[in-house]
């Protein structure tokens, strides 16, 4: 399955925030439209920002020509793009990528554009196969507990998935046993993505409310821990989802792999730290209510950060599409 994709001069995507009652794609054709699906996490996942931050350029570039934007119209389009998300390093780098081949004319941004979505498919392949083997290798059963946090599936990518895209190929040599998913809050991107793309792929899954995480991998239930990245630092800290920090104290206490799989360009050798990364403070309301429901009464405030800093001492291994990096073992990715 294609999450993101160029069909007829427009960026196709699957609506993530209608999963999993109606897959709805939807057809975008100007960048603010594009800005606002980011926004609204229709499109989501930092493989997949990337990919989107890639076509956004060419969808700019279109539009320009359409409308009869200056130069600086359209660097101003561009970057209201660039910072739609501020903490997944890929989105920038989509946008960066692409608007580097600017000067050559529009038909090499297009080609840049398709490369990145070509080479995503390649890129998770190659992570799904890497960490399984090396999941393999270091836990002494036939088929292996996951538990995952998020969604790092097929709809985080543009194919396959780098998190699930592991449990996707332990599955293909048949070493996968139960994957535990945490619901994760307050979107349930695990209970509703990651549970609809295990639902297709006929594995045996559980939805563990968040806050049963921690106690599910620390209690003898799970054999490793296997979540994705929106920002890898240069020193192996890891941004992902909130929620995910608690897990990987959990893996270390009892001594569990931990471990982390992510495109080559999730590592940011510009960041020192976990410490240097904007966190994203999304609405509140995403934590006062469920959907259109207030459940909160009414004077109550929400603090609803989008992600948490997991310090490279409790990463058990770092799988990209080209190397396994050891931050516990004092390795760096950078």
């Not at 996951?146 to 194919?159: D, M, P």
């Not at 054999?223 to 192996?236: L, Q």
């Not at 001492?313 to 931050?327: G, I, N, S």
């Amino acid at each position: 399955m294609r999450s993101i994709d160029w069909v007829d001069d427009q960026v196709v995507l699957l609506d993530q925030t209608r999963l999993p009652r109606e897959e709805r794609w939807l057809a975008v054709t100007t960048v603010d439209e594009l800005v606002d699906a980011i926004r609204r996490l229709a499109v989501r996942g930092a493989p997949l920002l990337g990919a989107a931050g890639a076509l956004g350029v060419l969808l700019a570039v279109q539009e320009a020509r359409q409308e009869g934007w200056d130069d600086s119209r359209l660097r101003a389009a561009v970057a209201q793009l660039r910072a739609a998300r501020p903490t997944a390093v890929n989105l920038a780098r989509g946008v960066d990528r692409v608007m580097a081949r600017l000067p050559e004319g529009p038909m090499a941004v297009k080609d840049e554009a398709l490369r990145v979505l070509a080479e995503d498919r390649d890129v998770n392949r190659a992570i799904g196969a890497t960490g399984a083997r090396l999941l393999i290798d270091l836990v002494d059963t036939y088929r292996l507990r996951i538990y995952t946090h998020c969604n790092a599936g097929a709809l985080a990518c543009v194919e396959w998935g780098t998190a699930l895209g592991v449990v996707h190929s332990l599955s293909t040599l048949d070493r996968l046993g139960s994957v535990y998913v945490g619901e994760t809050r307050p979107l349930l991107q695990g209970s509703r993505l990651t549970a609809w793309e295990l639902e297709r792929l006929g594995a045996d899954y559980q939805i563990v409310v968040d806050g049963a995480g921690p106690g599910v991998v620390a209690g003898g239930m799970v054999d490793a821990v296997v979540v994705g990245a929106d920002r890898i630092a240069a020193n192996g800290d890891v941004v992902n989802k909130v929620g995910t920090f608690p897990l990987a104290l959990a893996a270390a206490r009892v001594g569990l792999p931990f471990v982390v799989a992510a495109p080559e360009s999730t590592v940011d050798a510009e960041t020192p730290s976990g410490a240097d990364v904007p966190i994203e403070l999304r609405s509140q309301d995403e934590v006062l209510a469920i959907g259109e429901l207030r459940i909160a009464p009414t004077g109550a405030r929400g603090l609803n950060p989008a992600f948490d800093v997991t310090p490279a001492d409790l990463v058990t291994a770092l799988v990209t599409e080209r190397r396994v990096v050891r931050p516990a073992a004092g390795e760096t990715p950078a």
